[in-house]
């Protein structure tokens, strides 16, 4: 049969309409002869193996989730910052925000919902942009830290320098890499 112009698909769009077929039609199944390929057989014409449309398949869980159930008790919940690292993908990794998230708590914990900050795109444009909830400035970044982790905690000889009177350290200057490297926008 020979189609118009119009209605030929390439080979591509001719692939992918039949994924979409074999998709919605809930899968597909082999039937028929293994197929063996014309190197193995030495023929021409070699069978092949006839896909054609089977049952929906059975809805299973993934041995691997079934697996986790069983410990999801005993492994602790992680930060969801999902919303920050659309913007601020460069923290995912980063020591003080990771280890953070790894004992849930996440940005918002320092540095507020930012629901504007988090709205605002206009710095993609040259805009100023709208600075988060809470920031710190360098001589708040200690007191900030030290909110949840007292003197008492942390007092040993590698945070001398922290608790100096002059020259003081802040905690992110060995505790990763938390400052922006470049401004790209002053607040408002």
Known sequence: ???PARCRLNG???ILLSMVVILTTGGCEQTGATAQSALETGATDAPR???TPGPAP????PLLLLDGEENEAESPAVADNSRCFVCHINYVAEAIAANHARQN?????CHGGSDAHIADESWGSGGNGTAPDVMYAKDKINPACMAC???EKID???HEMVFAESDAKVCTDCHGDHRLSQRRCRWR
Do not use: E, W
Request: charged share 10%.
């Open 1 to 3: 049969m020979r189609f």
């Open 12 to 14: 591509t769009a001719a």
């Open 49 to 51: 193996t006839v896909l």
């Open 58 to 61: 059975v809805a299973q869980a």
């Open 105 to 109: 708590i996440g940005c918002i914990h």
């Open 149 to 151: 982790h007292p003197k």
């Open 156 to 158: 040993s000889p590698q």
